[in-house]
């Protein structure tokens, strides 16, 4: 194949490919209300759109998006960038370019602000980031339930919990009483975040505070509306829903605001507290992503793992991930 690759930013004039190249690779219905809500509209925006297109003969070829974030651990906040939607089109896969956006981003970001690159990847994807120096660091797996199985399952006491709808405002305010205790890493919730992450344009939202004895929490849901079934996900929560009676009496809750709803899912580590409590529910394992961890600026390395203030980032026990985190 004649010619040069060319790596750059996202301009307003590769939208049209960029959105068909999704609906061929990735989405059945990607569209401009989706991509100004997750690339433009984010609060924590670096002031441009952090696309990386591979350009060919003056056409847009492949493009590796980089979410911009933050993790919180108690006081400390730093900025990170999620690899998400990327593809390559199909007559130039093989010829390295996914490897080429990431040494781009790595390069045009140190010293913008973004300390790491995160990245929930599909196996392919994955391996492509271990060869320009990402650490793997753990599965998730997406898990989920019919509602005809989960109404075979029953967990005692699940009537003894408290589950009452809140406003955004106080489910952040449950989550701040939740982050100046807990020591786990895990994504920053500002208001001004928690407002952007549930406008999602095709799911519609719920809050939760949750009260189980003397301890309290919050879970977020949201509904998914399609042209032949419904899906609620189970979006994000506090560490109370890790009890398997806790996420019963939630999804009870959840199950009589009115809408049908066909099938539930989350996302959890493999082998975690919740992802073994929802399968008591009759929650199965669908499909898997691998957690990959690129050191851009300032992060501590040694023998392949990332540190900060002595906690080591590549350990999955470090952190609370939820499937609201996963882009």
């Not at 998914?224 to 019963?248: H, K, W």
């Amino acid at each position: 194949m004649s010619g040069q690759y060319r790596v750059r930013w996202f301009e307003e004039s590769d939208l049209e490919a960029y959105i068909r190249g999704l609906n061929e690779s990735l989405y059945d219905e990607y569209d401009e209300a989706r991509f100004r809500w997750k690339m433009v509209n984010t609060p924590f925006n670096l002031g441009f759109v952090s696309i990386a297109v591979v350009e060919y003969a003056g056409e847009p070829v492949a493009f590796n998006s980089f979410l911009p974030l933050r993790v919180r651990r108690g006081e400390d906040i730093f900025s990170v960038v999620q690899g998400c939607d990327g593809f390559v089109n199909p007559e130039h896969r093989r010829m390295g370019l996914f490897q080429k956006t990431l040494q781009f981003a790595f390069g045009e970001l140190a010293g913008r602000g973004p300390k790491m690159l995160m990245g929930f990847n599909f196996a392919g994807s994955a391996g492509a980031a271990q060869k320009v120096g990402s650490t793997i660091t753990g599965d998730f797996n997406s898990l989920r339930v019919k509602l005809s199985d989960l109404n075979k399952c029953s967990i005692e006491g699940n009537d003894e919990v408290e589950i009452k709808p809140c406003s955004l405002d106080d489910f952040h305010n449950l989550y701040e009483d939740w982050a100046k205790i807990t020591s786990k890493l895990h994504y920053y919730r500002t208001t001004e975040y928690l407002r952007w992450r549930y406008s999602h344009p095709i799911r519609r939202s719920m809050f939760y505070s949750i009260k189980d004895g003397d301890d309290t929490g919050y879970a977020a849901v949201s509904l998914e509306r399609g042209n032949v079934s419904n899906t609620l996900f189970l979006e994000d929560y506090s560490p109370i829903l890790n009890r398997p009676r806790v996420a019963s009496a939630l999804i009870n809750q959840v199950l009589h605001v009115g809408e049908p709803i066909d099938e539930i899912y989350l996302t959890e580590a493999m082998g975690s507290l919740m992802s073994n409590a929802v399968q008591l529910l009759g929650f199965v394992p669908d499909h898997f992503y691998t957690l990959i961890m690129k050191n851009i600026s300032g992060i501590e390395e040694f023998e392949s793992k990332l540190f900060r203030g002595g906690v080591e980032l590549t350990s999955i026990r470090n952190w609370s991930i939820v499937s609201s985190d996963i882009f």
